[in-house]
């Protein structure tokens, strides 16, 4: 099925990251041109650029300053010319438990800078390139997580970031970027545990995988192809046109309680 993206600029943020990788797949199998953002990675985002069919610009940009994303904007568009569509998909997830009653403030604004402050200069950068340009279609991806939906013990800053994300800044921006684009969508996925190298540690021991697999119907952790699939669907005028505001978890149907007890999963299969 023909999605649409076909010549279309996306610009994926953490594009040298799992799901990012994945994403600049789909996409670049798709026919979209690419801009792949990395912070300190810009190497592997170099590399992945030269692997892919499509017209690709890999850029390094610290997306916690405003001056790096309007740098990044501006050499997005000084090679396309244009942007189309925006995937907010940099983040980080701190390994070590933190409960709020020791959780350093450090650690908190650190967070809340990277996971969420990020994602709106990125959105306001990229709603001034819609005002000006005013395209009759656009269309944001915010990448946000099951946390947002559940919460995250001890890694309550974790949450609170992605929340933002997901329900703020979601369903906020879904009112604002038709003013600019009269087709214009911002949708967001919530990816569960998904095996990538931000979830190797998590994932790396047999009773953690038991306990992801009691959450869920679907007995298997994703992979960042799921995710990927999730945001291209979400990207595509054509097989999504008519869809803005939706928080879609991708996460095997978990849920906030246990579904099956510890005889009956076998993380072996995840």
């Known amino acids: 099925m023909d999605s649409g993206l076909t010549g279309k600029v996306i610009l994926i943020t953490g594009a040298s990251g799992g799901i990012g990788t994945a994403t600049a797949r789909l996409l670049a199998g798709e026919g979209a ?13 170099e590399a992945l650029a030269g692997e892919l069919p499509s017209e690709t610009l890999a850029v390094a940009a610290d997306l916690r ?57 990125c959105a306001r950068a990229f709603f001034r390139h819609l005002a000006r340009r005013r ?65 190797e540690a998590g994932l790396a021991e047999r009773e953690a995988v038991a306990g992801v697999l009691q959450t869920r119907p679907l007995q298997r952790v994703a992979r960042a192809g799921d995710v990927a699939a999730a945001v291209a669907f979400l990207l595509s005028p054509r097989l999504a046109g008519h869809v803005s505001g939706a928080i879609l978890p991708v996460a095997g149907g978990m849920e906030g309680r246990l579904l099956h007890r510890r005889d009956q999963v076998d993380p072996e299969r995840a």
């Not at 041109?33 to 985002?45: F, G």
């Not at 405003?66 to 907010?88: H, I, K, M, N, T």
């Not at 438990?97 to 994602?119: C, D, F, G, H, K």
């Open 33 to 45: 041109r690419l801009v792949l953002h990395a912070h300190r990675r810009l190497e592997a985002a």
């Open 135 to 199: 395209p009759p279609e656009a269309s944001v991806v915010l990448v946000g997580s099951t946390a947002a939906l559940f919460g995250e013990a001890d890694h309550c800053e974790y949450a609170a970031a992605k929340a933002g994300l997901t329900h703020g800044l979601t369903l906020s921006l879904k009112n604002e970027i038709v003013r600019h684009s009269p087709g214009g969508r911002v949708n967001a996925v919530c990816p569960g545990w998904t095996r990538t190298p931000m979830a």
């Open 65 to 121: 300053r405003e001056e790096a994303v309007d740098g990044l904007f501006q050499q997005a568009l000084g090679r396309f010319g244009q942007l189309d569509g925006l995937v907010a998909n940099a983040g980080i997830w701190p390994e070590a438990p933190a409960p709020v009653e020791t959780m350093e403030l450090a650690r908190w604004n650190e967070v809340l800078a990277t996971n969420l402050t990020s994602v709106f200069l």
